[in-house]
């Protein structure tokens, strides 16, 4: 560790460990009760059936994903096609509601005669799940810059640039995202059950909602934990989190010339056929006047959500930067060890964050005071998803020359200056992704939500998964609709602003 | 680049600010103890529960605050909350939708009791003598049968016709670890004895029957004509037949000397400690009335009355003129733990 780091990493691991450690593993304290995995009923055959049945969808999901997101990114962030920022809008759209609509959607679309079992479950959930291959390789391509690429393209066709040149260099992000695919595809019950797919994850929630026995689910939930480091080991010859230098002029952008109509088309199909399934829930909506009812119903509600979704989302990447800060430039003992635990931590169910969060903070006084205001929410989306951030703006924060912190130095430059004067606008293309990613992710979050919202408050993810049941079709569908629309909007402003 | 940042950052914490206290308005359950607010959770679909919440706002001028969950969608939401938050209690109220989640939070020591004077008329079965829960607004298991696929003259009129070798592999249930099918099986070990109900449950699983995710996907997939029939609830059949589907709802075993259908009350608790507790009592006569057993009757939800001589709609079933086989709640939630592990294992699920 450097020298004088002691307190700045105290703090903000300190901060760390209150707002994330502690909500996600309070519930794992359960363990120290007693009773090993044989005291939780565990059956090899039946139990490991799932696991395979679940490791087989999730490997699944994530190679498709992989598959489409990385050359999309492509396209997407470096070329010139026409319309990127629409297409990249419809791609991210289905991150943000929850992926039992989008399930219904596709339902609805595929019939239940071809969906149901392994081919709904892998298509929904690779719409669902694409946006983070997209967003994270997105992140890792604009990191990537002239000077990489100039030398190349001397002498090598665009194509061959793209392929031996950029391609590997956004590979370790493109991978990044893949894991984080994997650990939520590994994780994911809701979508697998409306779909008849057994997995393994449903032993969890039998522990919770049919025995509810805290213990035993927490002791069901472990192999998942362990599962998830199988994709870190094999990812990391792979080159996920691999360091790259880069300098701070902007990316190439590669002509597509005579393609450009094919990959066009390409884009505008997988384009909206992620925004398919939410158009055919949508298309319930007979009359205008139910669509009016919904937005008159949910208006407000939406206003708080997506307020709500975007301090969380501010506050995770915050704490995520001072994080990756501290990991990267200050190194710290363990450092790399903090870092890989990350992924299981992400991998946690939410519903044992959730009520980790209960206990932490449902206490009478100032504590409770903030339980029981919209607060807990910021804190759960802070609890939930900052540990997918670290990884994501460690891996970037790598990629900043430190050559740039010594000739700063030089110039007498407090730590602290060159972390918000230099750091920062280094990386704020990455920290904007990371935002978005955390934003929409948030916006679309139930079972956190659903254990901790103040009465009356809930966000409109979870006011649409109450409703979906036994609601008047066409209210389902003018809720799917407004949702929908709703979520283009930040998504378009944020596309904005990224452009200006 | 910095300061384009930071003006930013707080340009965003300045409009979300306002949204945020705007969404806390109404402050805290903690913040006062006055009958003017009420907190309920309830399992209950939010389209059937809320109209009959709001109503009771517009009535009292009480605050009611609701916490709504749905099984359906396989979240764990309420019980567990519930069970998280005992050292602080949020919630004044619990109403369940069926009585094994109402009497399980009893089981765990949540509830209190409260003897509600607008529940002397609902029959003793329905209700803790302590008045720890309360039954209300029961539905009823029901066979949903597809018309398209199966005629009049061969609809299946028993629960034994899921072990009919006529009808392999053509019908289904909701996974009985949950729900009312959890309570329903429970009640079938309590009324046959272990040997038979675990027989039955075999020759199911040996006929071929399908295990579905919840009574919502039993509807959806016999209104969808993939599966010719099913056992699910009143409510999921009624908003079938609503919703124009080609089904038909049959109660079964309502033969002379058959054994009738199991009811599943919603259930009404006081929570122990609960911080409006005056408020959380006056919540509970409303939700005991005969007024909200007609709300819900008329309801899509179809609810059977427990008060006798609440006017229902026609195509409502008073429960006098219903076979319904009578358990004893209380000692059916205690068992379901027990039969849903044994049916873990005999079915494989």
């Known amino acids: ?500 | 680049v910095f300061c384009f940042s930071s003006r930013l950052f707080f340009l965003i914490l300045a409009l979300s600010g306002p949204v945020i206290l705007g969404c806390n308005r109404a402050g805290s359950p903690g913040e006062s103890a006055s009958s003017d607010t009420v907190v309920v959770y309830t399992s209950a679909d939010q389209p059937f529960a809320e109209p009959v919440l709001k109503a009771y706002r517009e009535k009292t001028g009480v605050d009611v605050r609701m916490v709504f969950d749905t099984e359906e969608t396989k979240t764990t939401g309420l019980v567990n909350r519930l069970q998280a938050e005992k050292n602080n209690p949020q919630a004044d109220i619990f109403w369940s939708s069926d009585p094994g989640r109402g009497i399980a939070i009893t089981r765990m020591g949540l509830t209190q009791s409260y003897v509600s004077p607008n529940a002397a008329a609902i029959p003793a079965t329905f209700k803790d003598p302590q008045g720890l829960w309360s039954g209300f607004a029961a539905r009823a298991r029901v066979l949903i049968v597809n018309t398209e696929l199966v005629p009049e003259r061969e609809t299946p009129q028993s629960l034994s016709a899921l072990t009919d070798p006529k009808w392999r592999g053509k019908a289904c249930i909701a996974n009985p670890l949950f729900g009312t099918t959890s309570f329903h099986a429970t009640a079938l070990f309590a009324k046959w004895g272990d040997g038979r109900a675990e027989r039955f449950f075999r020759d199911l699983k040996a006929n071929g029957v399908q295990i579905l995710d919840s009574n919502g996907a039993v509807k959806d997939q016999v209104s969808a004509g993939l599966i010719p029939w099913g056992v699910t609830d009143t409510d999921d059949a009624n908003v079938a037949i609503q919703d124009g589907k080609p089904v038909r709802m049959v109660y079964p075993d309502q033969e002379e000397g058959g054994m009738g259908t199991p009811l599943m009350p919603n259930t009404v608790s006081l929570i122990k400690g609960a911080p409006h507790p005056e408020a959380g009592k006056q919540l509970a006569d409303y939700l005991l009335s005969p007024e909200v057993e007609a709300m819900l009757a008329k309801s899509a939800s179809m609810n059977l009355p427990l008060h006798p001589g609440v006017e229902t709609p026609p195509h409502v079933k008073a429960i006098d003129k219903l076979r319904f086989f009578e358990v004893d709640y209380g000692q059916v939630a205690a068992q379901v733990q027990e039969v849903d592990r044994r049916l873990q294992s005999l079915l494989g699920l």
């Open chain 1, 1 to 500: 560790m450097r020298a004088g780091a002691g307190w700045p990493t105290g703090l903000v691991l300190g901060i760390y460990g209150g707002a994330v450690l502690l909500p996600v593993l309070l519930p794992f304290s359960t363990l120290l009760t007693a009773d090993s995995p044989t005291g939780a009923g565990w059956k090899l055959s039946q139990h490991g059936a799932l696991m395979a049945h679940s490791l087989g969808l999730a490997a699944t999901v994530t190679l498709a994903t992989l598959g489409l997101g990385l050359p999309l990114a492509l396209l997407l962030y470096r070329t010139t096609l026409p319309l990127r920022a629409l297409w990249l809008g419809a791609l991210l759209v289905p991150l943000l509601v929850p992926p039992y609509i989008l399930g219904v959607g596709v339902l609805h679309l595929l019939t239940p005669r071809l969906a149901i079992g392994f081919v709904g479950t892998v298509v929904t959930m690779t719409i669902w799940l694409l946006p983070l291959v997209l967003l994270f390789t997105g992140a890792g391509l604009r990191l990537i810059t002239r000077s990489h690429e100039e030398s190349a393209l001397f002498d090598t066709p665009p194509l061959g640039v793209l392929r031996h040149v950029t391609l590997p260099m956004a590979l370790p992000h493109a991978l990044t995202g893949a894991l984080f695919v994997f650990v939520l595809a590994v994780g994911e019950f809701g979508v697998p059950s409306l779909f008849q797919y057994r997995v393994y994850p449903g032993l969890i929630f039998a522990q919770f909602a049919a025995f509810y026995d805290f213990h035993k689910a927490v002791v069901t939930a472990l192999p998942l934990l362990v599962v998830v480091l199988l994709p870190v080991l094999v990812a990391q010859p792979l080159g996920a989190g691999r360091e790259q230098e880069s300098a701070a002029d902007r990316p190439a952008v590669f002509e597509l010339k005579a393609v450009t109509g094919a990959c066009l088309v390409l884009v505008a199909v997988l384009g909206i056929g992620a925004l398919l399934p939410l158009l055919r829930v949508a298309m319930g909506v007979r009359r205008p006047a139910a669509l009016l009812d919904a937005l008159h119903s949910v208006g407000f509600q939406a206003f708080g959500t997506f307020a709500v979704a975007l301090l969380g989302a501010l506050a995770a990447v915050l704490l995520a930067f001072l994080a990756a800060w501290v990991l990267v430039r200050l190194r710290p003992p363990g450092s790399r060890a903090f870092l890989f635990l990350q992924l299981p931590l992400f991998a946690v169910p939410s519903v044992l964050v959730g009520l980790g969060l209960v206990t932490l903070w449902n206490r009478p006084g100032a504590m409770g005071g903030v339980y029981t205001s919209v607060l807990i929410l910021v804190l759960g989306y802070v609890a939930r998803f900052t540990p997918l951030l670290v990884p994501l703006v460690a891996a970037s924060y790598r990629q900043l020359p430190g050559e740039l912190d010594e000739a700063a130095q030089l110039d007498a430059a407090t730590r602290w200056q060159i972390l918000w004067h230099i750091h920062t606008p280094l990386l704020r293309s990455v920290l904007g992704a990371a935002g978005l990613l955390v934003f929409v992710l948030a916006v679309g979050e139930v079972p956190v939500s659903m254990l901790v919202a103040p009465p009356g408050r809930a966000p409109l993810a979870v006011r649409f998964f109450t409703l979906i049941t036994n609601a008047p079709a066409e209210q389902v569908a003018a809720l799917s609709l407004i949702t929908t629309l709703l979520a283009l909007l930040p998504v378009s402003a944020w596309l904005a602003l990224e452009r200006h």
